[in-house]
T-cell receptor, first 113, second 112 residues
């Protein structure tokens, strides 16, 4: 059963702490994306990766970091530099370029303690 | 940068009625996609329409695209309570075709 798995579903961050959100896909997709969604808003792109060991900043990359060491995995770290991290984070993947339909995970909700 | 914007922001209808949502965008595109998001879940791709297509159907969904007006509409016929969700249009990013830009969505509520 192919798909995208995000974990954890809920995450709490303390002041000054870095936290990492996991995203794994078994769809054999080359491209992967991280989005942030605030209440009642659309999605904003944080980072995307078209291929292993390569990634590009999206519209709101400040305070976030990513890695792409394996095709299947694209973890997102929310650093202490991100002063307003409370949001719903969505990971997606697609066969290749942005024109292809994107497949989404079920998200991680991050809150501040 | 926001490319697509949905209208209305919220829509409430009775089960069995049709629901129409609109999306306007700013720059030329080669395709437009519609997605659905149930509360607290990820987005699900519904339909992709290319710039050389005027209308596309998928089950109870009908999507139109008017490139001269830079707008698209999503029609859901004979709506059901299970159609209650947020609906988003997505267009290629104005700066990079490798990215998608999502609108802020239409929240559809279908009352039983």
């Amino acid at each position: 059963d192919g798909g995208i798995t995000q974990s954890p579903k809920y995450l709490f961050r303390k002041e000054g702490q870095n936290v990492t959100l996991s995203c794994e896909q078994n769809l054999n997709h080359d491209a992967m994306y991280w989005y942030r969604q605030d209440p009642g808003q659309g999605l904003r792109l944080i980072y995307y990766s078209q291929i292993v060991n390569d990634f590009q900043k999206g519209d709101i990359a400040e305070g976030y970091s990513v890695s792409r060491e394996k095709k299947e995995s694209f973890p997102l770290t929310v650093t202490s530099a991100q002063k307003n991290p409370t949001a719903f984070y969505l990971c997606a993947s697609s066969i290749q370029e942005g024109r292809q339909p994107q497949h989404f995970g079920d998200g991680t909700r991050l809150s501040i303690l | 940068s926001q490319q697509g914007e949905e209208d209305p922001q919220a829509l409430s209808i009775q089960e069995g009625e049709n629901a129409t949502m609109n999306c306007s965008y700013k720059t030329s595109i080669n395709n437009l996609q519609w997605y659905r998001q149930n509360s607290g879940r990820g987005l699900v791709h519904l339909i992709l329409i290319r710039s050389n297509e005027r209308e596309k159907h998928s089950g109870r969904l009908r999507v139109t695209l008017d490139t001269s007006k830079k707008s698209s509409s999503l029609l859901i016929t004979a709506s059901r309570a299970a159609d209650t969700a947020s609906y988003f249009c997505a267009t290629p990013h104005s700066g990079s075709a490798r990215q998608l830009t999502f609108g802020s969505g239409t929240q559809l509520t279908v009352l039983p």
